[in-house]
């Protein structure tokens, strides 16, 4: 089964300041141990809200907002891909991950059910 991994975004994340030295390296390390583990599909950091747009629907209205979006207080700092048998098995790369970022990670499952 396929599983997103999701990283929140900081204060710092969404003023689009970089990560430190410290946790690029430590991120560096943690996906190579993904790749190693043969469960990574797919990883990557996100630019923050100001740098993105949304649209909303209303009827057959389509309008779309620039970015920041102060109103969510919970947006995407990043996403990592993974490969795993199982929930339990995505939640410990997720554990994994919490030592090397301390920030709040979600774990799902794609919708199709078969991750492949």
Known sequence: MRFM???????ESEAGAPPSLRIME???????ELM????MLAGEGLQPSSK???VKFSGTKRTVTDGPFTEGKEHL???TIVKAPDLD????????????LPLPIEVRPFADGTGD
């Open 36 to 39: 190693k583990a043969g469960v």
């Open 89 to 100: 098995s995505a939640l410990e790369w997720g554990r994994r991950l919490a030592r090397v």
């Open 52 to 54: 993105g747009a949304r």
């Open 5 to 11: 991994v999701m990283v929140k975004a900081t204060k």
């Open 77 to 79: 700092g990043g996403f």
């Open 26 to 32: 430590e991120m560096g390390k943690f996906n190579e």
